[in-house]
């Protein structure tokens, strides 16, 4: 019986080499922080900017979807309200609790 090899991934070769450029990008990254001495706080902030800017933003590529979601599930659930809980008087909608409030008194 032999053996079936399955062809490696075409993207392993892009693994193998981002992962060395972003291991010397840091390394850059931190002997430039060395190099900055005094100016190193305001590189340091402008880094700490970028990262969240870029945090921010890759969170929002996967919860786009999510939010859209509850959005739709919440405006269905508005038109399913407005269609079943009460009357309509030309474009004015009247739920069926606003009238049983006139029997309480006000003060």
């Not at 193998?16 to 291991?23: D, N, T």
């Not at 859209?68 to 405006?75: L, N, S, V």
């Not at 659930?77 to 009238?99: H, L, M, Q, T």
Request: charged share 35%; with cysteine; hydrophobic share 45%.
């Amino acid at each position: 019986m032999a053996l079936h090899r399955w062809p490696l991934p075409q993207n392993t070769a892009v693994l193998e080499k981002v992962f060395p450029a972003i291991v010397v990008a840091c390394c850059l990254v931190l002997l430039l922080r060395l190099v900055l001495g005094e100016r190193r706080h305001r590189f340091d902030r402008t880094i700490a900017r970028w990262s969240r800017a870029a945090a921010a933003r890759i969170e929002g590529l996967f919860t786009w979807n999510a939010s859209r979601r509850r959005a739709r599930r919440a405006a269905e659930e508005a038109i399913r309200r407005a269609r079943d809980g009460g009357e309509w008087d030309g474009n004015v909608y009247r739920p069926k609790s606003f009238g049983k409030r006139k029997d309480r008194k006000i003060h």
